[in-house]
């Protein structure tokens, strides 16, 4: 089992930055791909970002490329998002998640999630 902990949300302006965090413990030898998702208040979960946990390579929503970054350090078991240029369409309870299978793997195939941290943006 995959413990997966996220934590760094908050309200903010937009255009203002935000760094979340997402702290894995457990098996973590299970660790593949892990990724970014997120869900507003009456859409589906929707996929933002992913990286592979020991070798290079990330992958991107286009909603999202270019404005946040996806992150690890390996030795602290956690992963990050920088979300900069924040806007309201941001705003959602964001969830880490890991899979076995690969950076586009569908969220089908996320086995771990986290329990999510809100992420509000004001105009």
């Known amino acids: 089992q995959v413990q997966l902990v996220e934590s760094g949300g908050g309200l903010v302006q937009a255009g203002d930055s935000l760094r979340l965090s997402c702290t894995a413990s457990?098996?973590?030898?299970?660790?593949?791909?892990m990724g970014w998702f997120r869900q507003a208040p009456g859409k589906e979960r929707e996929f933002v970002a992913a990286?592979?946990?020991?070798?290079?390579?990330?992958h991107y929503a286009d909603s999202v490329e270019g404005r946040f970054t996806i992150s690890r350090d390996n030795a602290k078991n956690t992963m990050y998002l920088q979300m900069d240029s924040l806007n309201p369409e941001d705003t959602a309870v964001y969830y880490c998640?890991?899979?076995?299978?690969?950076?586009?793997?569908?969220?089908?195939?996320?086995?771990?999630w986290g329990q999510g941290t809100q992420v509000s943006v004001s105009s």
């Open positions: 457990g098996r973590t030898s299970y660790l593949y791909v």
């Open positions: 990286l592979r946990w020991s070798e290079p390579g990330t």
């Open positions: 998640a890991a899979n076995r299978y690969g950076l586009q793997a569908g969220i089908q195939l996320y086995d771990y």
